[in-house]
């Protein structure tokens, strides 16, 4: 997932703050201003959660993600923003937005989505994994009360992408899948408007809540932390198996999916471990999903390890494409040839990134402008709104 522009918590503060003036001055965040102290404060939004079971004892079950919280009244879940009162599930972010920052498409990363637009990218607090090597740690690690941050309306966050002529909303930063019911409703509200919404995520959501969101969106990220549950466990606190239903579904369902695999040195950097995901991803999402291998770099509760040799990510891109996938780059090394596209074919340049420079001239009307292949992605506003997810074989 990407980073926000903060390192410190003070910093992140210090951005979150300037941030929402910057939007403030663009109109965004104006009349929610206008309605609450100049400066944004910790606090909450509560709003009825859509995903749970009620149980004896006005206990709930949290039946958003594959924890399945049991919730006593008046406690909160693994992800602490969705707390039970009196046997009614509750989010305490809807619309609390601690990030607003409008940034470019490809530092998602999407590679084959609107090269060279912008997305709106919004975030609140909390998540439902605990990696130790979280670039956002000062948001996704702390509760909503813990982080100063403003409500925005849906409408009114969709109604902001539209009038500065952004097509995309970003889900981001923290895990959107703990905001799940405004990310909902921001996204029925952007397609009414005309804005694409996309989520980047690390996928760990049930089956029938993916679904119904993916009825909305209009892309999705995941990040593959690593390809063992060895790993998943013991650095993110979670399981794989759940993931890898997620990225199942997603390929039933028919929606845009880029995968980001960060390689950390030592712990999922192995040869055969590439190998293996190169394989199950080029089965479940077939040859044409995009493949990001990302530099890893020391920070949060891993900060004993170096950053990846650039020889380990170029092995990673080899031993992917050897596999069959036919779209595998290279992530967080500027100026590296693993950023291009290339035509599968003719293997000409057809869209060329220079850091968030895009020159996307190799591409016509979504083939290689060289030889007319087709290149699969999401080229148009049209085709992204036109996205509608598929029934599939588990809707």
């Known amino acids: 997932m990407e980073a926000t522009q903060s390192q410190s918590r003070r910093e992140f503060l210090k951005v979150a703050g300037a941030g929402a003036c910057a939007l403030c001055a663009a109109g965004v965040l104006a009349r929610a201003a206008a309605a609450q102290d100049d400066e944004p404060q910790p606090q909450v939004a509560m709003r009825d959660a859509m995903w749970f079971d009620a149980l004896p004892d006005k206990a709930v079950r949290c039946t958003l993600c594959p924890r399945e919280c049991v919730v006593a009244d008046l406690e909160r879940g693994y992800c602490g923003v969705r707390e039970n ?20 498409i490809e530092k998602k990363p999407l590679f084959h989505y609107l090269p060279g637009t912008a997305a709106l990218s919004v975030a609140t607090a909390g998540c439902n994994m ?72 690390n996928g760990y959501i049930r089956e029938p809540a993916l679904r119904k969101l993916c009825e909305q969106l209009t892309a999705v990220k995941v990040d593959l932390k690593a390809f063992t549950e060895k790993f998943y466990r013991e650095v993110c606190a979670a399981e794989l198996a759940p993931v890898l239903k997620t990225l199942e579904v997603l390929a039933d369902v ?9 390689i950390i040195p030592t712990l999922n950097d192995a040869v055969d471990e590439t190998r293996d995901m190169a394989r199950w991803l080029l089965k479940t999402m077939g040859p ?18 170096p950053p990846t040799p650039l020889a380990t990510l170029e092995r990673a891109r080899k031993e992917a494409m050897d596999a069959g996938l036919r779209y595998v780059y290279i992530g967080n090394v500027p100026f590296h040839e693993g950023e291009h596209t290339y035509c599968p074919s003719c293997k000409k340049v057809v869209i060329q990134r220079v850091g968030y420079r895009i020159d996307s001239s190799g591409l016509k009307d979504g083939k290689c402008a060289a030889c007319s292949t087709p ?6 506003q049209q085709q992204a709104l036109a996205q509608r997810a598929r029934r599939g074989s588990g809707g």
């Not at 009162?85 to 470019?104: F, I, Q």
């Not at 799940?180 to 804005?195: I, L, P």
Request: with cysteine; hydrophobic share 40%.
């Open 85 to 104: 009162h009196g046997g009614a599930y509750k989010t305490l972010v809807y619309g609390n937005l601690c990030s607003l920052n409008t940034d470019p």
């Open 130 to 201: 605990e990696c130790r090597f979280c670039q956002n740690w000062e948001i996704s690690q702390f509760r909503p009360e813990q982080v100063k941050s403003r409500i925005v309306a849906p409408a009114a966050l969709a109604g902001a992408a539209r009038e500065r002529q952004v097509p995309t909303l970003a889900y981001t930063y923290s895990e959107p899948v703990v905001f799940y019911e405004y990310m909902h409703d921001a996204a029925a509200a952007a397609r009414a408007q005309g804005v694409g919404s996309v989520m980047i995520s």
């Open 254 to 262: 028919g929606i845009h999916t880029e995968v980001v695999v960060l």
């Open 288 to 305: 044409d999903v995009p493949v990001h291998f990302s530099r890893f770099h020391p920070i949060y509760r891993i900060k004993n390890l």
């Open 375 to 380: 290149i699969p992605g999401v080229w148009t």
